[in-house]
């Protein structure tokens, strides 16, 4: 088994006089989907802001391939694709200028060939590519920053909510794009509230709340993964546990 590539340990971390992470766990593997869950308010997307060193913990430790992201930042995120909860892009420049000039802002280009192979696996169609953003649906927008986190290859994938918007057809394609970087040794670190799509391609689901992690499950080797009745019971607050 590979070593943790993103460790976190006993992380707390106050937002707006409260504690919103306290005592927070997680480990992330390379070559693992990892799926975060909870409630909304739970903390997931300060998780992910402080592993990008957006958010300063009050103690505990967070480690991301052996760096500190407070302390180098720049190396972090260097290591780090991050689909945010609330995509923006540039909405006077189309799908394919927004690709280029983020890949840019990262220090990046990628040939043509490749932007075409992106935009083609999160399935926007071509129409789209030359067309202004302003005019985009929210799919549309989604499926935009996908391609660019899939363009990064970098060796971490942090994905907020990122099936939010889109269709059922689309979210099934993007869950086999997530196997594929999991089959590359990609680590990724999934925010989602889709239950279903998390049991199709997590390794693991760690349920959030109360500012740490309370349940983790492991998915078996065979079809089932996870067993749903169980996860839906617990997440939904309708089990005794
Ligand atoms: N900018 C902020 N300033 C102060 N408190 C904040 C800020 N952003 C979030 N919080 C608080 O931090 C807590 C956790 O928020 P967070 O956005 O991490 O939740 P989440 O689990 O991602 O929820 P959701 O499922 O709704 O996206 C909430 O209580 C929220 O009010
Ligand atoms: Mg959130």
Same mark, same amino acid.
Request: hydrophobic residues 45%.
């Given at each position: @088994? #590979? %070593? ?12 707006? *006089? ?39 913990? *009050? ?13 180098? +930042?720049? %190396? ?7 689909? +945010? ?23 990046? $280009? ?14 926007? #169609? ?35 909510? +990122?099936?939010?918007?889109?269709? +059922?057809?689309? $979210? ?19 925010? $989602? ?13 760690? @349920? ?9 499950? $492991? ?17 939904? *607050?309708?089990?005794?546990?």
């Amino acid at each position: @088994m #590979h %070593e943790p590539v993103i460790a976190i340990r006993s992380l707390k971390l106050d937002r707006g *006089g409260r504690a919103v992470l306290d005592g927070l766990d997680l480990e992330v593997r390379a070559g693992e989907v990892h799926a975060l869950l909870g409630g909304n308010g739970a903390g997931k997307s300060t998780t992910l802001a402080a592993i990008l060193g957006f958010l300063k913990p *009050g103690s505990g430790s967070i480690h991301v391939g052996g760096h500190c992201p407070s302390r180098e +930042p720049d %190396e972090v995120r260097r290591a780090i694709a991050f689909l +945010p909860e609330n995509v923006a892009l540039y909405e006077h420049l189309s799908a394919w200028e927004n690709l280029s000039y983020f890949l840019s802002l990262a220090g990046e $280009t990628r040939e043509p060939a490749a932007m075409e192979q992106a935009l083609n696996a999160v399935q926007l #169609h071509a129409q789209a590519w030359n067309t202004r953003a302003g005019g985009f649906s929210k799919g549309m927008r989604q499926k935009t920053a996908i391609a660019l986190a899939l363009l990064r290859r970098t060796p971490i994938l942090l994905l907020d909510e +990122p099936t939010t918007g889109l269709d +059922p057809a689309a $979210t099934h394609e993007f869950n086999r794009l997530l196997g594929a970087q999991r089959d590359r040794g990609v680590a990724v670190l999934m925010v $989602t509230h889709d239950l279903l799509g998390a049991a199709q391609v997590a390794d693991r689901i760690s @349920m959030l709340r109360g500012g740490r992690v309370v349940r983790e499950w $492991t998915a078996s080797p065979g079809p089932e993964r996870f067993a749903l009745a169980p996860l839906y019971q617990a997440f939904t *607050g309708e089990s005794a546990q």
